[in-house]
């Protein structure tokens, strides 16, 4: 198993304590894409955010290839995220200042063994686009930005959370298909959060939450190409 999350549960304490995962068990193969559905306030964030380690549980394990990350400390979690997990979020977080090229730049002068930023750039298309500011930029380019970011230090582990959730059908289409694409020419494994449920046939396997729990884990044999996807 690739990522294997084992009882994990986390409360927050507002004055009252409130339970947001309740004992969360979730498997994952390399290689694989997995989807996480839910209605809103359900716990995918929370859940996505202590697989990748930006967030520590109150108990229960994560295991992501064969390290126990629940076990590290911050330097070693800070390692973890440095080297091993890429992000992608709704409303993309480029820095605005800087260019496309120079965004991805940013990650891949910390990175261990990175791609080349053309290399990237190429990759999501964009290659003519290198000097363009994100406010240059299409909402469905500036996320293609931002998962050139994600990948040029080679993670091993990508993780979505909403890539499309202020993307149109046609951007939200390509970003999904390019998605797919890193997976199968990188051999990433993706965790990808959606509140779409068409998103669901593209995952080789798809995890339902509701109120801070995994409520079924079903495996697609046949994931469909994004490009078909009926929105
Ligand atoms: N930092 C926080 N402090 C207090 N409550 C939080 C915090 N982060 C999330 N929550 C609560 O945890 C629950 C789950 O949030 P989240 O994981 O973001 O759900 P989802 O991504 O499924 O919408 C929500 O009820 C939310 O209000
Ligand atoms: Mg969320």
Redesign the pocket.
């Known amino acids: 198993m690739f990522v294997s999350v084992s009882g994990l549960a986390k409360s ?1 304490d ?1 004055g009252v304590v ?1 339970p ?1 995962l309740r004992g969360v068990d979730l498997q994952l193969d390399q290689g694989r894409i997995g989807v996480i559905l ?10 996505m955010n202590v697989i990748g380690g930006l967030d520590r549980p109150d108990d229960g394990s994560v295991e992501v290839d064969g390290q126990r990350i629940t076990d590290f400390n911050d330097a070693g979690l800070a390692e973890y995220r440095r080297d091993r997990v890429g992000f992608v979020f709704q409303f993309y977080n480029l820095v605005p200042n800087l260019t496309a090229g120079e965004n991805i730049d940013v990650v891949s002068n910390i990175s261990r063994q990175p791609l080349s930023t053309g290399e990237v750039l190429s990759a999501v298309g964009l290659s003519d686009k290198k000097h363009r500011f994100p406010r240059e930029l299409s909402g469905g380019e500036q996320q293609r930005v931002a998962i050139a970011r994600a990948i040029v230090k080679n993670p091993k582990l990508l993780l979505c ?1 909403e890539p499309t959730g202020a993307l149109d059908a046609e951007a939200s289409r390509d970003v999904l298909a390019l998605i797919q694409q890193v997976n199968a020419d990188f051999g990433t494994t993706v965790l990808m ?1 959606t509140h779409n449920e068409a998103i669901a046939d593209m995952a080789h396997s798809v995890f339902r ?1 509701r109120s ?1 729990d995994v409520v079924t884990a079903t495996h697609n044999a046949q994931p469909i190409p994004a490009e078909r996807i009926d929105w």
Do not use: A, F, N, R
């Open positions: 927050y507002t409130t947001v839910g209605p809103s306030g359900s716990g995918k964030s929370t859940l959370d959060i939450m801070g």
